[in-house]
């Protein structure tokens, strides 16, 4: 009975809500790409729930990781393995499952599978094979941290998801002078043990100024989000040593250059500059002039804003 007159049940909303997702066309022969909660178990949609349920296998990236999520959500199905080192035959394997009408689910320990996690493989080669590919969309921390630092608008949505950064000093430079001068929000993962290093590197690529946000444990009980200059994030790690634990989603923001601060060059680089400009794009002038000056991209693309927006 409900509490209050006229309002259904917890429980019949549910119900009716689960008979009417299990109702839907699942068909059979297919391979569904099904998105798990990056942390928090109660982010698996329903129809995520039933598909697990519905499917006749799993391919899990790591099966020792998967069988506890779903015996927490009471999901029997069996499982198989498809990681990255045994991805060919993952696939040939599937393929077979699917010429015998069979409903194969793929997923990976966390998010969504084939999106800077394995799968992509598997995906290909059934679509090559001419079975249907079903994505399941769900938790993403590439979009959570998006929604939770405030780094694009609907006015400039773009943004770039460039994965994990190389591990060495060297090429993580030169890596992020590419990244940097792309003109939008760069989403990057990292890892706890490199976390310093590379916003080092950012700081000595970037600039000081140019604003980083740690999106940290998304979805999980310590969970944190945290906008910084660069040249301040070094000293707000060091401020409580938990910052740097767990695992980080890091969004380096678009360059900001308003007409009355923006960056000084030397007449030298200026004029290369301005030249390029007459030529090229401001993405492509900032990347030839860094390379030819010396002068981080990230600071060329500021000039190049402020002097657009003379213009």
């Known amino acids: 009975m409900s ?77 198989m393995a498809a990681h990255r080192h045994n991805e060919a035959q993952a696939a040939a394997a599937i393929i077979e499952r699917l010429a015998q009408g069979q409903r194969v689910a793929l997923v990976s320990d966390a998010g969504a599978p084939a999106v800077s996690d394995p799968g992509a493989r598997v995906v290909r080669e059934v679509r090559q094979a001419g079975y249907q590919v079903v994505p399941l969309p769900g938790a993403s921390a590439v979009i959570a941290a998006l929604m939770g630092s405030g780094a694009t608008s609907d006015e400039n949505p773009a943004f770039a998801f460039a994965g994990f950064m190389p591990p060495k000093s060297v090429a993580r430079r030169k890596w992020l002078q ?47 989000i945290h906008t910084v200059a660069l040249g301040e994030a070094q000293h707000w790690l060091e401020q409580d040593s938990h910052r740097e634990q767990g695992e980080f989603v890091l969004i380096l923001h678009e360059a900001q250059a308003a007409q009355d601060d923006a960056p000084v060059l030397d007449a030298v680089t200026e004029r290369w500059m301005s030249a390029l400009l007459e030529h090229v794009s401001l993405r492509d002038a900032a990347r030839i002039g860094s390379q030819a000056s010396g002068v981080p991209r990230d600071v060329l693309y500021a000039w190049g804003l402020a002097r657009q927006s003379r213009d």
């Open 178 to 224: 590419h990244w940097a001068g792309q003109g939008m929000p760069v989403v990057m993962f990292e890892s706890p043990h490199r976390l310093r290093a590379a916003v080092r590197d950012m700081e000595q690529v970037c600039g000081p100024q140019r604003q980083l946000t740690f999106a940290r444990e998304l979805s999980k009980r310590f969970e944190q």
């Open 3 to 79: 509490d209050t007159e006229g309002r259904t049940p917890a429980a019949g909303v549910w119900q009716n809500m689960m008979d009417k997702v299990k109702g839907q066309v699942w068909p059979q022969a297919c391979l569904y790409v099904v998105a798990t909660p990056i942390g928090n178990l109660g982010d698996l949609t329903l129809r995520a729930w039933q598909a697990l349920e519905q499917c006749d296998i799993i391919a899990a990236e790591d099966t020792r990781a998967t069988r506890p999520f779903l015996q927490a959500w009471g999901i029997q199905t069996p499982l």
